[in-house]
């Protein structure tokens, strides 16, 4: 019988069915579920309950990253498997996640390839090989809670084989949700990094200085550089996954190119100490 005890830590608001889906899919395979969630209105809680979660309310930030270091601390096994709500393990990685750890057990961490598969159930592979840090000892590494950063590993990674993934499902995305997703995502980005953007062509440096206004050039130009690269797998790749990256790139760049020198070495301080650190973050509301 395995010894192994894993932890698995998610974040949530109004996220009933994702959830649902979610912990269907791996409450048998681990030992403790987490729940950081950000003052649901919906059943996201009475949900995480069912499955025999522990659920601890934490203010809405925008983003999850800024709830992981909380999350680590409210674990009790020193395993942990991070999945966002909306995520879930295929079949192979879940039969295997224990074995896995049992034989790798020396590595203290693991970097798992993700799929993204949209609401008709296709493989978006736009960023493929696409391999995160998502199974690993949680006294081996240091996430500073800064938006789409990976922890730093104390330690080895072992990267998994391809027919261990994580499946991420897609929402249907309106154009106005696209909008709104890239202005707050880059409007974090530019608080949080000292130099979120760095396009290394000369074409790519030109269209960027020129954002937004380029959008729809830098669009195209996104698809080129993904066609030589062998990226684009279907017309639901080119026309979505591909124009939101070049909305959020377009206005992280327009948006970085006119912060004060005051806002520029904030942005270094949180990108060196982490946000939590540096802002000192009260999480939990009283």
Known sequence: MTKTKITLITFTKDSEKELEKLLKNIHDVVDEIIVIDSYSKDATIEVAKSFGARVFLARPLGYVEAYIPYALKKATYEWILYLDADEALNKKLRN????????????????????????????????????????????????????????????????????????????????????????????LRCMQYYQPLKPSKAIGKALYMLSPFTIPILYLYHLVLAARQRRIVNVDTMISIWFDIALHEGITFFLQNIRSESEKHIAKLVEKEGLTTFLKLKLIEA
Do not use: C
């Not at 598969?117 to 949680?138: A, E, Q």
């Open 96 to 187: 295997d996640l224990k074995l896995i750890i049992e034989k790798f057990g020396g590595y203290d961490a693991f970097s798992i390839l993700r799929i993204d598969v949209n609401n008709k159930g296709k493989s978006l592979l736009t960023f493929y090989p696409l391999k995160l840090i998502r199974l690993f000892k949680k006294s081996r590494v240091l996430f500073k809670g800064i938006i789409l950063k990976q922890p730093k590993v104390y330690g080895t990674v072992m990267e998994l084989p391809e027919d261990y993934f994580i499946i991420h499902y897609l929402k249907h995305r309106t154009w106005l949700w696209s909008l709104r997703k890239s202005i707050t995502y880059a409007r």
